[in-house]
């Protein structure tokens, strides 16, 4: 079945220097691709997301580029912020499908370092 | 305010004592999904549900059940609940489905002994 691969699951970056996570996913046919953040004690949050027919998206300090050739996406947090610490997720989802599924990877915990 | 709402926020419970974790939402989304979240493991969804009456499996279905019977709730029933429920579920909606973001709850702590 479908899968999604999220590296690395822990990451630690001095504060102001730039992060990035990457995902894989397996079903060719995968369209949508968010990245949510979860804070301390708190349901996960959309921070950007990405449709298959771009190749990249920004948001101030965050961007998603997409790869569909090689399936893999990456988020990248430039000029990292302490509140930048807290555990990421992608996901990928084939809403077209009679199945309107969502998978997500493991989790990435970022440390943003003083 | 717009949110997703679910109850109890923590419960402890013995072994196949049969429980309910309510959600609710107040954005008139089509779209709901029960996840758990487990250290190591990510999300993974349970059920999902496109509208009201209609429900399906998710990942990791296996030991619950759900039912959609008005457009706002999307109750989580666990029949006889075991250990290896104990977990952190997220209740979570959207619009019409996984291609518009998800809003989600915060969270509901279950511990089974």
């Known amino acids: 079945g479908e899968n999604v691969e999220q590296h690395p699951s822990t990451l630690s970056v001095q504060e102001g220097d730039s992060a990035v996570i990457k995902c894989t996913y397996s079903?060719?046919?995968?369209?949508?691709f968010p990245w949510y953040k979860q804070e301390l004690g708190k349901g996960p949050q959309l921070i950007i997301d990405?449709?298959?027919?771009?190749g990249e998206k920004k948001d101030q300090r965050i961007a998603v580029t997409l790869n569909k050739t090689a399936k893999h996406f990456s988020l990248h947090i430039t000029e990292t912020q302490p509140e930048d610490s807290a555990v990421y997720f992608c996901?990928?989802?084939?809403?077209?499908?009679?199945?309107?599924?969502?998978?997500f990877g493991k989790g990435t915990r970022l440390h943003i370092l003083p | 305010e717009a949110q997703v709402t679910q109850n109890p926020r923590y419960l402890i419970t013995v072994t196949g004592k049969k429980l309910t974790v309510t959600c609710s939402q107040n954005m008139n989304h089509e779209y709901m999904s029960w996840y758990r979240q487990d250290p190591g493991l990510g999300l993974r969804q349970i059920y999902y549900?496109?509208?009201?009456?209609?429900?399906d499996k998710g990942d990791v279905p296996e030991g619950y059940k759900v039912s959609r019977k008005e457009k706002r709730n999307f109750p989580l029933i666990l029949e006889s609940p075991s250990p290896n429920q104990t977990s952190l579920y997220f209740c979570a909606s959207s619009l019409t489905g996984t291609y518009y973001e998800q809003y989600f709850g915060p969270g509901t702590r279950l511990t089974v002994t």
């Open positions: 996901a990928a989802s084939t809403p077209l499908n009679r199945d309107d599924k969502i998978i």
């Open positions: 549900s496109m509208n009201v009456e209609v429900t």
């Open positions: 079903d060719s046919a995968s369209n949508y």
């Open positions: 990405i449709r298959s027919n771009v």
